[in-house]
């Protein structure tokens, strides 16, 4: 469960990433804002979360007879 669950924060990070990313010359609304710092660390965070998350799983899965 655990491996699901980190690759779905993943899948999900990346999506959010994807969706924010320019596009047609015009940034996000972020940008400039004094949110733009904490949705860089929320960005960090959920990707170190699915990359624990995932390790955790995968750790479990190899230890498991």
Same mark, same amino acid.
């Given at each position: 469960?655990?491996?699901? #669950?980190?690759?779905?924060?993943? !899948?999900?990070? *990346?999506?959010?990433? /994807?969706?924010? +990313?320019?596009?047609?010359?015009?940034?996000?609304?972020?940008?400039? #804002?004094?949110?733009?710092?904490? !949705?860089?660390? *929320?960005?960090?965070? /959920?990707?170190? +979360?699915?990359?624990?998350?995932?390790?955790?799983?995968?750790?479990?899965?190899?230890?498991?007879?």
């Amino acid at each position: 469960m655990t491996l699901l #669950t980190g690759i779905a924060v993943l !899948v999900i990070t *990346a999506v959010a990433l /994807a969706a924010m +990313l320019p596009r047609g010359g015009r940034t996000h609304r972020f940008v400039g #804002t004094e949110l733009e710092p904490y !949705v860089g660390v *929320a960005f960090c965070a /959920a990707i170190a +979360l699915g990359c624990t998350l995932l390790l955790s799983g995968a750790l479990d899965l190899l230890g498991t007879p």
